[in-house]
């Protein structure tokens, strides 16, 4: 299986620039994918292949990275964006990293 | 616009069958492919399989052995049947549709069922 690691939780001030890091335990070319899971609720897709931002979501939101290495961006953070995301890659399969909660200094 | 919605029981027993529906709305089944994801307390999530335009099926090999997904195409649903169900098996379940088979996620999705195994 391919493992994704992201860190558990990050603390950010509104207005930041923040960077939710995702790493793949071997390369997933750029099978990579984003969404946002709100307490209560179903995950909402944000990126998909990387760097595409899927339609209706907020230009403030982006993607990047290939082979291990992915990160989500929010610049600026807004607080509706005070959420869980997850990973997600479909190179081999389909798996989830387990998460990272953005949370309010 | 897509609309997908869960429904079944909220409570199984230990080693029973777990068996969910999927009701789609606003898009044919016949088209794309339908997923079936848990995600476990913790946060844990897991793709548990697949059933697609044609009605062939793939499954998480962790899973094999006890999934099960079908579909009624009258009825616009699919289902998932889980076998001799453990406490392990206390998750919610979530439905959604892959919009493409090339790049393989998942763009719309159900509201999610929680499900607890328990006597």
């Known amino acids: 299986d391919t493992v994704l690691t992201q860190s558990p939780a990050l603390a950010v001030s509104l207005g930041q620039r923040v960077t939710i890091s995702c790493r793949a335990s071997k390369s997933v070319s750029t099978y990579m994918h984003w969404y946002q899971q709100k307490s209560g609720q179903q995950p909402k897709l944000l990126i998909y292949s990387a760097s595409n931002l899927e339609s209706g979501v907020p230009s403030r939101f982006s993607g990047s990275g290939s082979g291990t290495d992915f990160t989500l961006t929010i610049d600026p953070v807004e607080a509706d964006d005070i959420a869980n995301y997850y990973c997600q890659q479909s190179n081999e399969l389909y798996t989830f990293g387990a998460g990272t909660k953005l949370e309010l200094k | ?119």
């Open chain 2, 1 to 119: 616009e897509v609309q997908l919605q869960e429904s079944g029981p909220g409570l199984v027993k230990p080693s029973q069958s777990l068996s969910l529906t999927c009701s789609v709305t606003g898009y044919s089944i016949t088209s794309n492919y339908w997923g079936w994801i848990r995600k476990f307390p913790g946060n844990k999530m897991e793709w548990m399989g697949y059933i697609s335009y044609s009605g062939s099926t793939s499954y998480n090999p962790s899973l094999k052995s006890r999934i099960s997904i079908t579909r009624d195409t009258s009825k616009n649903q699919f289902f998932l049947q889980l076998n001799s169900v453990t406490t392990e098996d206390t998750a919610t379940y979530y439905c959604a549709r892959y919009p493409n088979n090339y790049y393989w996620y998942f763009d719309f999705w159900g509201p999610g069922t929680m499900v607890t195994v328990s006597s």
